[in-house]
């Protein structure tokens, strides 16, 4: 069984722009009081925050919300990327990478 990458995920975003456990939460709509705890438990992996919050949470730290399931840093950092371009330079993107798999697999 593979681990859930969502905590190492959460830490290491929210550790990249500098917030405590206590200001990631307050920020994302989390009772003062309870925030920090809140979070601690979702970077332990003890519990699992709803999509909502998780929507709340990846906003904060401005990352995509696919970005906490992905299971490698090169995936983590393609969505972060990708999320970045417009959806003109997304379109392109895709047809570019559709056609280079495409003829990779003619080969």
Known sequence: ???????ER???ARKKVGLSQKELGVRAGMDEGSASGRMNHYEQGR??????TLRKIA????????????????????VCLFEKLNEKEKAQLIAIL???????LKE
């Open 98 to 104: 559709r056609d280079d798999t495409h003829k990779s």
């Open 47 to 52: 519990h699992v925050p709803d999509i909502e």
């Open 59 to 78: 906003k904060v730290l401005n990352v995509p919300l696919s970005y906490f399931f992905c299971e490698d840093e090169m995936s983590a950092e393609l």
């Open 10 to 12: 959460l830490r290491e």
């Open 1 to 7: 069984m593979q681990k859930n990458p969502l905590p």
